[in-house]
């Protein structure tokens, strides 16, 4: 009766193992092929080709839950569908642990802190993820496995995901900047807030891991900003102490940076920028700068709010001035130095620093 009590347990195992196996071979072969490499008779046809489990690529970028998650709700602009209505939850998990252990081997280091699990995205401690895994299974459906963008996002969205491949991580996107919009979204896009499913320092460390697997950082960006901070620094260097505060009580530390004047022969005046904004602005931008003027609701991103924190965290006046005079690409803020002068243009920065920016 022992025997038999202890051999139960072990048929049900087997026959688990069969029916995951079989599962494998009439849902996943055709496309991943019978060794799990991608080699089928579909994958000539399909672009991008199947994952091919085997590589070191994928046992770097697939951990078990992103797997988990594909295999059950797909992935956009890959011919790869979700089977949340074909498979259990149960048979979803199985097929992960399957391929993983059938084809993509997960080991383990030890270490002196003891034995650390490796899940394909590297070592894991108790935390449960790093940078990597956190990119893959969170930002790789939009931002594309290698950061240049997912071609569905691309096609799809307005504005495209950023690709970082063309960031200048210094000059273009500054760490501050990036872990305020993984932190808080960016309004007017698709790129949501993700402070309710990560914490603090899990949104540093996918912050960090992009800035050093994918972006740049050109020998000019470091030397300009060692002579002269930009426009776009200049906010961020604030931003990164208001990030401390609430996103109603943005706290600008640098106020000698922040009030910089738009340039040494160039002062606007506030009282003649408040004509030349309702006259030209606030169809796009609201009367109260907010960015709902009758306009907005057929503009695609919506028009800037002044009064985001984000917004009064960014602009000083020199980036003002820039924004206004040589428009914004990507949205459809015009270039007004077409039909205004300089002075004009720094009126209206003028108005909208003092009225919008630089209050509480």
Same mark, same amino acid.
């Given at each position: 009766m022992v025997v038999l009590l202890a051999f139960i347990p072990v048929a049900a195992i087997a026959d688990a193992d069969k029916e995951t196996e079989r599962l494998y071979a009439e849902t996943c072969s055709v496309c991943h092929g019978e060794k799990g490499d991608g080699n089928s008779h579909a994958a000539a046809g399909l672009r991008p080709p199947p994952k091919d489990f085997t590589t070191s690529e994928a046992k770097q970028v697939l951990t078990r839950e992103y797997m988990v998650h594909i295999i059950r709700d797909g992935k956009p602009g890959t011919a790869m569908m979700g089977f949340a209505s074909q498979l259990t939850e149960q048979q979803i998990s199985n097929l992960s642990d399957?391929?993983?252990?059938?084809?993509?081997?997960?080991?383990?280091?030890?270490?002196?802190?003891?034995?650390?699990? $490796?899940?394909g995205v590297g070592i894991v401690g108790e935390s449960g993820s790093t940078g990597k895994s956190i990119y893959a299974l969170t930002c790789s459906v939009c931002h594309g496995e290698d950061g240049s963008g997912a071609l569905w996002g691309k096609t799809s969205l307005n504005p495209p995901p950023v690709n970082f491949r063309l960031q200048d991580r210094i000059r273009d996107l500054p760490r501050a900047r990036m872990i305020y919009s993984v932190t808080h979204g960016r309004p007017g896009t698709a790129m949501t807030a993700f402070d309710s499913q990560l914490d603090a320092e899990e949104?540093?460390?996918?912050?960090?891991?992009?800035?050093?697997?994918?972006?740049?950082?050109?020998?000019?960006?470091?030397?300009?900003?060692?002579?002269?901070?930009?426009?776009? $620094?200049?906010?961020?260097?604030?931003?990164?102490?208001?990030?401390?505060?609430?996103?109603?009580?943005?706290?600008?530390?640098?106020?000698?940076?922040?009030?910089?004047?738009?340039?040494?022969? #160039?002062?606007?005046?506030?009282?003649?920028?408040?004509?030349?904004?309702?006259?030209?602005?606030?169809?796009?931008?609201?009367?109260?700068?907010?960015?709902?003027?009758?306009?907005?609701?057929?503009?695609?991103?919506?028009?800037?709010?002044?009064?985001?924190?984000?917004?009064?965290?960014?602009?000083?006046?020199?980036? #003002?001035?820039?924004?206004?005079?040589?428009?914004?690409?990507?949205?459809?803020?015009?270039?007004?130095?077409?039909?205004?002068s300089d002075q004009q243009i720094a009126d209206i920065t003028e108005y909208v620093f003092q009225t919008f920016i630089n209050q509480p």
């Amino acid at each position: 009766m022992v025997v038999l009590l202890a051999f139960i347990p072990v048929a049900a195992i087997a026959d688990a193992d069969k029916e995951t196996e079989r599962l494998y071979a009439e849902t996943c072969s055709v496309c991943h092929g019978e060794k799990g490499d991608g080699n089928s008779h579909a994958a000539a046809g399909l672009r991008p080709p199947p994952k091919d489990f085997t590589t070191s690529e994928a046992k770097q970028v697939l951990t078990r839950e992103y797997m988990v998650h594909i295999i059950r709700d797909g992935k956009p602009g890959t011919a790869m569908m979700g089977f949340a209505s074909q498979l259990t939850e149960q048979q979803i998990s199985n097929l992960s642990d399957y391929i993983r252990t059938r084809f993509m081997k997960d080991t383990t280091q030890t270490t002196e802190a003891g034995t650390k699990r $490796t899940t394909g995205v590297g070592i894991v401690g108790e935390s449960g993820s790093t940078g990597k895994s956190i990119y893959a299974l969170t930002c790789s459906v939009c931002h594309g496995e290698d950061g240049s963008g997912a071609l569905w996002g691309k096609t799809s969205l307005n504005p495209p995901p950023v690709n970082f491949r063309l960031q200048d991580r210094i000059r273009d996107l500054p760490r501050a900047r990036m872990i305020y919009s993984v932190t808080h979204g960016r309004p007017g896009t698709a790129m949501t807030a993700f402070d309710s499913q990560l914490d603090a320092e899990e949104i540093a460390s996918v912050v960090d891991y992009i800035r050093e697997a994918f972006m740049i950082e050109a020998a000019s960006a470091t030397t300009a900003s060692a002579q002269a901070p930009a426009a776009s $620094t200049v906010g961020m260097a604030v931003l990164h102490d208001s990030m401390k505060e609430s996103d109603t009580q943005q706290k600008k530390t640098d106020t000698a940076l922040f009030d910089q004047p738009i340039s040494d022969d #160039l002062t606007g005046d506030a009282t003649n920028g408040a004509t030349y904004y309702m006259q030209n602005c606030t169809a796009c931008h609201g009367v109260e700068g907010k960015g709902d003027g009758p306009r907005a609701y057929f503009i695609y991103p919506r028009p800037r709010n002044f009064q985001h924190p984000a917004s009064k965290a960014r602009f000083n006046r020199p980036e #003002l001035f820039s924004a206004i005079k040589k428009g914004v690409i990507g949205r459809e803020m015009p270039a007004w130095e077409k039909v205004m002068s300089d002075q004009q243009i720094a009126d209206i920065t003028e108005y909208v620093f003092q009225t919008f920016i630089n209050q509480p």
